[in-house]
């Protein structure tokens, strides 16, 4: 069964400043999708940002980027200059060739003023 | 349209009791899933359905436990004799087959409250 671990539970930043938050992942298959999503206190979850395990390129949204290391099955999210509307709990998730998205355990982002 | 919703938002229940949530999906999804969510944990896939026909369940999802998805539209997830550990946020996502990623929309999520 495929694994996500976040290994950071709590993250703090201050407002402008850049934040890394650390997913890695256990699997055999060779093609799959990974995901980072953001759930707000009592709001729904919405996608942050998609990587195709087939691209080398990182993939970029904006403020957020992901780091992709395939051989070492990290994929760690970067957020440039954070905001306040970016406190939320953050989500890296994996997805093969199945429909089911497996999560990890989330890592709770506060941003300071 | 203004993506997934979920019916009840809360739900408080007595041990024993049978409860039933429903999802409305994003209306030209014809994907549709339903996760659990405990408190401190990411979201646990419990099944899936492509138009109606329900083609994936996880473990977790015991026999107390059933899904529909009759028209292929709106679907239902029942919980039978409900038990302490049925509390959890059940979260339904859908999906539009052939979108790059596969890419899940979440609803917001119907907060259970066994006693």
């Known amino acids: 069964a495929q694994t996500v671990t976040q290994s950071q539970p709590e993250m703090s930043v201050q407002e402008a400043e850049t934040v890394t938050l650390s997913c890695t992942y256990d699997t055999s298959e060779s093609d799959y999708y990974l995901f980072w999503y953001k759930q707000p206190p009592s709001r729904q979850m919405i996608l942050v940002i998609r990587q195709e395990a087939y691209k080398q390129q990182n993939a970029t949204e904006n403020r957020f980027s992901v780091n992709f290391q395939k051989a070492a099955k990290s994929f760690s999210l970067k957020i440039s200059d954070s905001q306040l509307g970016d406190a939320a709990m953050y989500f890296c998730a994996y997805r093969d060739s199945g429909y089911a998205l497996n999560f990890g355990k989330g890592t709770s982002l506060l941003v300071t003023p | 349209d203004t993506g997934v919703s979920q019916d009840p938002r809360h739900k408080i229940t007595k041990r024993g009791q049978n409860v039933t949530f429903r999802c409305d999906p994003i209306?030209?999804?014809?994907?549709l899933y339903w996760y659990r969510q405990t408190l401190g944990q990411g979201p646990e896939f419990l099944t899936y359905?492509?138009?109606?026909?329900?083609?994936?369940k996880s473990r977790l999802l015991s026999d107390r436990f059933s899904a529909e998805r009759p028209k292929g539209s709106f679907s239902t997830l029942e919980i039978q004799r409900t038990e302490q550990g049925d509390s959890a946020m059940y979260l339904c996502?859908?999906?539009?087959?052939?979108?790059?990623?596969?890419?899940?929309?979440f609803g917001p999520g119907t907060r259970l409250t066994v006693l």
């Open positions: 209306s030209e999804h014809n994907r």
């Open positions: 359905f492509q138009n109606e026909a329900q083609l994936e």
């Open positions: 996502a859908s999906s539009l087959q052939g979108l790059a990623g596969n890419e899940q929309f």
